[in-house]
């Protein structure tokens, strides 16, 4: 361990829900006073997770007494879902008391490697790659962190795994101390969460923080068409459109060196962007110390989880596909040119600071018409009006009725939102899972 030492601390932590509960009990577990505060109303929170809190001796507290909570603490452990601007953030800001994250926290009590993975889209995709194929090739690894379990509950259960692949958002990030990843992944990166950032260049220096801690016997695997202020860790880079990169695209293989290590038509994944999250993952691969044959056979046995450009039934010769995670632009835009036949697209949710205005070109060449849902509804047909036909839905139910009724033998139905889903939903998970129900009740009626 790192020389962490908790016992007896006051220690408060911002947030009820997994990654909060994962870092109060791992707390607990080393000896430290805990509370957890939570902007929401004891009610609109999980019972069985504050129930649980308080029987490993967690003090909870809730509403607008967390809030204004005035106890004195050693510091704090920031959930990634919890704004650093919000008032349960500020109020011990005020005061002085030094805020780090769940991830950092987590990190303290690994002793073992990490890999971390980020970038705005194919985090989860590529971690999910990245662990079955490390565990396939007989190095022991769970995909954790923003994906499945925290890293704090992992460091807590002390499993006996060679490395972790741990996914990490600009969120977990953004109060980080000492995290140092020995090999990081930056898969891209496109404007989102400006309703929490300020800026785009705010966003973005809170992933770079990713390579903060890397030194020159760490690796960075690298997006080759961005740039990058200097870092000290020794780079590979990949590139689907690039030939300036150690992992290429040629006639249809992925190549390192002139050599082709994997053909496309051998795996279950397509469009340019899983070619990318899969060169990420031989990248890494390679600095762990895997060949190419070792890898491969991994890779091909790989299946895309739900919400991803998920083919979810044929009705009626249309096809409909399920990308509900699809968070932003730059997923929309991907899942667009994945498809080769005319689109039906719905989309819309939750504001989140951005217009739909970049995708207005792309939208016009591929998309036949649009079903908006959401916040963003009216801001959307305003940014493509001039492009595609665009009719409001007032629910997904309606939405996929009124696709359903429009849509002609060809086609394909995408259901890629472009932002977040909490305006109507619990989850993107949530929004697909109910998109998947609605088609699967469709009637065929062979028009």
Not at 45 to 74: F, P
């Amino acid at each position: 361990m790192k020389n962490v030492r908790y016992k007896n601390q006051n220690i408060a932590v911002l947030g009820a829900g997994l990654s909060g509960s994962a870092a109060a009990f791992l707390l607990r577990s080393e000896g430290a006073r805990v509370t957890v505060l939570d902007s929401a109303e004891e009610k609109n929170l999980l019972k069985s997770t504050i129930d649980n809190l308080r029987a490993q001796g967690v003090h909870v507290i809730c509403g607008a007494a967390a809030d204004e909570n005035s106890s004195a603490y050693d510091m704090a452990i920031l959930s990634p879902g919890i704004d650093p601007a919000s008032p349960l953030a500020r109020n011990l800001l005020s005061r002085g008391i030094e805020i780090i994250s769940e991830l950092e926290l987590g990190w303290q009590f690994c002793e073992i490697p990490i890999i971390a993975v980020t970038g705005t889209n194919g985090k989860t995709t590529t971690t999910e790659l990245l662990a079955q194929m490390l565990n396939a090739c007989g190095q022991r690894t769970i995909a954790c962190g923003n994906i499945g379990k925290p890293l704090s509950e992992v460091a807590r259960e002390k499993q006996p795994f060679d490395v972790l692949t741990v996914e990490v958002s600009s969120f977990q990030l953004e109060a980080i101390r000492t995290f140092h990843p020995s090999i990081s992944l930056w898969l891209n990166f496109a404007p989102d969460h400006l309703d929490r950032y300020r800026s785009v260049a705010e966003y973005r220096a809170a992933k770079l923080r990713i390579f903060e801690n890397q030194t020159d016997i760490d690796v960075a695997v690298l997006n080759a068409i961005e740039k990058f202020p200097a870092i000290r860790p020794r780079t590979i880079t990949f590139s689907a459109y690039s030939d300036q990169a150690d992992f290429q695209l040629s006639d249809g293989a992925i190549v390192y060196q002139n050599q082709a290590v994997l053909r496309l038509s051998d795996t279950k994944l397509h469009g340019l962007h899983n070619i990318e999250n899969l060169m990420a993952t031989l990248a890494a691969g390679m600095a762990r110390g895997l060949s190419f044959s070792q890898m491969a056979p991994a890779l091909r046995n790989y299946a895309p989880r739900p919400h991803r450009c998920e083919f979810v039934r044929e009705v009626d010769g249309v096809d409909y596909v399920n990308d509900s995670k699809a968070t932003n632009l730059d997923a929309v835009e991907k899942a667009l040119h994945a498809q080769t036949k005319p689109v039906v697209l719905i989309a819309g949710g939750k504001d989140k600071g951005f217009t739909f205005d970049p995708l207005q070109c792309l939208v016009k060449e591929k998309v036949q018409s649009t079903i908006l849902i959401g916040e963003m509804a009216e801001s959307i047909r305003r940014s493509w009006s001039g492009a595609v036909k665009c009719e409001i839905a007032i629910s997904l139910a309606d939405a996929v009725e009124r696709a359903h009724a429009s849509a002609r033998s060809g086609e394909v139905v995408l259901f890629s939102p472009g932002t977040s889903s909490f305006d109507m939903f619990k989850s993107y998970s949530d929004r697909g899972d109910q998109f998947r129900a609605l088609v699967q009740a469709l009637p065929q009626t062979d028009r």
